[in-house]
């Protein structure tokens, strides 16, 4: 099979260095570009040593042209609202975008304008852009000619609930979603709530009320459940470099044992690869999917409260957002959608 040249524009970011990690060994794509304007010029393993001999290439600058003439698809890994500004010149050229950013996730801009307090400024391709969660939308995926990846956030909540809003098993207006993620959430920052001496022996909630990425769980879960709903999804921050876990609560509508959720779960997911149902009793552990593409998940039932409970382990620069976007890239590109991707965990 011939090499399918693939650019990664922010390519220094943690989500970057990931992309870059997987995609060097890749059966299929070719690294052609990778750009950063921090590092012009410079060699990708002088940003990463850990690179060095392996990916050398050196860092290009913004070309649109440039990267037209070497990429026939292209992973933007840039901060919301930057993306917006430059994928439209991509498309132009023909070729096909994968975007990190939330510029494209949402199907009413005023959602996300409101959530990320910004304006976009390419408002007329949020209708046609597809939301890159295969597991959801992979026959849309296929032929799209812009995919949006979604947040590690919402991708840990909304798998993790899935089965049962499909299924019509819970009250729809009961979700309550509690979350953990590693300090590599933040991206490659220099902030100081995320240094070492402020994060390290210390977890905490932020964005309680009104965190941005309610919105895109609040839409996708509506999607899935046929009508408008509402959660309540409170992120916290763990002392860890990477790893996310999700506790989902719901009320049943009727009574049901965690045997029959569990098949339930088993049946719905029965396909997918990359979701991995774990045996009745059996809680997810983030270290089990740290350097993978994998969504472990476990289901109980609170007979007392008559509620559901569903946990969900992944690594946030995996499954949240690198890793998955090579398997939608796989998707997009028609190869199998593990190709790359079959490793197990192993980073600490």
């Known amino acids: 099979m011939n090499k399918i040249n693939v650019g990664i524009v922010g390519a220094t970011g943690y989500v970057g260095m990931e992309l870059v990690r997987i995609l060097c060994n890749h059966p299929v794509f070719n690294i052609t570009r990778l750009v950063s304007q921090s590092y012009i010029g410079k060699k990708f393993s002088s ?17 649109i042209d440039d990267i037209a003439k070497n990429c026939e698809f292209v992973i933007t890994a840039l901060p919301h609202g930057v993306s917006a500004a430059l994928i439209p010149a991509l498309l132009l050229k023909g070729i096909r975008v994968l975007d990190h950013s939330a510029d494209f996730r949402y199907r009413d801009v005023s959602v996300y304008e409101k959530a990320y307090k910004l304006s976009h400024p390419s408002p007329d391709l949020c209708a046609d852009a597809i939301y890159g969660l295969p597991e959801i939308y992979r026959n849309s995926i296929y032929n799209a000619p812009l995919v949006a990846n979604p947040g590690c ?15 019509n098993f819970i009250h729809k207006d009961s979700i309550i979603i509690d979350a953990t993620s590693g300090v590599s959430g933040a991206g490659r920052t220099t ?3 995320f240094q070492f001496c402020e994060a ?36 916290h921050l763990a002392p860890m470099k990477r790893g996310m876990l999700a506790t989902i609560y719901s009320k049943l509508k009727t009574q049901m044992s ?8 088993e049946n719905f997911y029965k396909d997918e690869f990359f979701v991995r149902v774990l ?5 997810p552990e983030t270290k089990n999917v740290c350097g993978t593409n994998f969504i472990d998940i476990s289901v109980f039932v609170d007979e007392h409260t008559g509620r559901a409970i569903a946990l969900s382990a992944i ?7 690198s890793l998955q976007a090579i398997q939608t890239l796989n998707c997009m590109a028609g190869i199998p959608e593990n190709s790359g991707l079959r490793q197990v965990a192993g980073i600490s």
Do not use: W
Request: proline share 5%; net charge negative; charged share 20%.
């Open 47 to 63: 940003v990463y040593p850990s690179f060095r001999g392996i990916v050398d290439m050196e860092c290009s600058e913004r070309n």
């Open 153 to 167: 956030y919402p991708t840990c909540s909304i798998l993790g609930i899935a089965p049962l809003l499909s299924g």
């Open 191 to 193: 902030d100081l709530a």
């Open 200 to 235: 390290e022996s210390n977890f905490k909630a932020y964005g309680v009320v009104g965190h941005r990425h309610t919105s895109e769980i609040e839409q996708e879960l509506s999607f899935l459940a046929g009508e408008q709903l509402a959660v309540s999804f409170t992120p």
């Open 258 to 265: 965690a045997f029959e959720l569990h098949q339930e779960y």
């Open 279 to 283: 045996p009745l009793g059996e809680y």
């Open 315 to 321: 690594d946030n620069l995996g499954k949240g957002a």
